[in-house]
């Protein structure tokens, strides 16, 4: 039997079957609770909802960097279907690897005795291997089955092998981009289900912390978690926000404006270190968690031609920031070139307070 086949015929196929009547309010109502449960994991979340959509009961993770907060990919993995076995029917499959075909693919390929699937990493030559074996109808594009079997192509490794401009001539483009997902490569970018503006990650301390470098520890790793998943789509932090829980009174909140929008988890790291060597904690911490908005694109560096390059974190701005925090507000000046042909000097430029904007 298959998907949107007629009644009758799949009855003559199963006569002892028992049909039940069709109830997609309750399916999109059950697979939108799993993915309120995957979105704790992950705001890097595609899925569709449609109870009628082929791609219906499929959700695609990004990844990128949690394996600082939940493990790695086998452990993460096994997460998430715990997460969410409670609210399905049958118990969930993952698969893992580095692109979303091939994430599929071993998703497909999991059974009830080895419910995770992982391809090697290796990047597009460990995947191909991987999907090299595998019959050509797991490719995207069940109408090109047919046509694959008339020139004797039932394996994925076998279309791979092939020039991709002989099989773009014989099948057109959609057959250059089964080749390219043939070979492992698939450039089609994740699209969450709902607009990524904030990235949040939190850990519990377990005893409480009042130690500084121990803080630092722990910012370092949910710095690094949430900068990765930003780099990942491009994106940057103008604003961090770290909140402490403590043992008695109230949490303890810190905003900090970033220069520029970044996903460089030492440079958010910095400033927010440079916070807490001036804040006096009342009580030791229990929870630590950190929110970066991730709205902005990443901020580019213009690179000279024939200088030296420094490293992305000795930027004016960004030493200038922890200049200001270090030494108070209002106490580190910058000057801005406004209007150089300006017949009085106070027009030409003007004097900005570094670190502006910090809370």
């Known amino acids: 039997m298959r998907p949107g086949q007629p009644l009758g015929a799949a009855h003559k196929l199963a006569p002892e079957a028992t049909f039940l009547p069709a109830d997609p309010p309750a399916y999109r109502t059950a697979f939108e609770a799993a993915l309120e449960a995957l979105a704790a994991f992950t705001p890097a979340l595609e899925s569709e909802t449609d109870p009628a959509a082929p791609a219906f009961g499929r959700a695609i993770l990004g990844i990128e ?4 907060l939940w493990g790695d990919e086998p452990a993460l993995a096994a997460r998430v279907r715990a997460a969410v076995a409670p609210l399905l029917p049958a118990e969930p499959r993952a698969g893992i690897g580095d692109t979303r075909f091939g994430a599929a693919v071993a998703a497909a390929l999991a059974t009830r005795d080895a419910p995770i699937v992982a391809i090697p990493p290796g990047g597009a030559a460990e995947e191909a291997a991987f999907l090299a074996p595998l019959p050509i109808g797991l490719l995207p ?16 490794g076998e279309l791979a092998a092939l020039p991709r ?13 089964l080749h390219d997902l043939a070979r492992g490569l698939d450039g089609r970018p994740l699209r969450p289900r709902r607009p990524i503006e904030r ?23 949910l710095a690094g978690a949430l900068c990765a998943q930003l780099a990942a789509r491009g994106a940057g932090a103008a604003k961090a926000i770290l909140e402490l829980e403590l043992e008695r ?5 810190v905003e900090q404006v970033l220069p520029e929008p970044v996903a460089l988890p030492e440079l958010v790291e910095r400033l927010l270190v440079a916070r807490l060597e001036t804040t006096v904690l009342p009580a030791p911490a229990t929870r630590l968690a950190l929110e970066l908005d991730g709205r902005a694109p990443q901020a580019g560096t213009q690179l000279g031609l024939f200088t030296p390059q420094s490293a992305g974190a000795d930027r004016l701005a960004w030493q200038l920031a922890g200049l200001a925090i270090r ?13 150089p042909e300006a017949p009085l000097a106070e027009g030409r430029v003007a004097w900005t307070a570094a670190g502006e904007g910090t809370a």
């Open 65 to 68: 960097g949690l394996d600082r």
């Open 141 to 156: 594009a069940p109408e090109l089955e047919p046509r694959f079997a008339l020139f004797g192509l039932r394996r994925i």
């Open 165 to 177: 401009s002989a099989v773009v001539a014989r099948f057109g483009s959609l057959g250059g981009e």
């Open 199 to 221: 990235l949040r990650a939190d850990a519990e301390l377990d005893p409480p912390v009042e130690d500084r470098e121990a803080l630092r520890f722990v910012l370092h790793h």
């Open 249 to 253: 009174g109230a949490p303890l909140r």
């Open 327 to 339: 030494f108070g507000p209002g106490r580190i000046w910058r000057v801005e070139l406004r209007d």
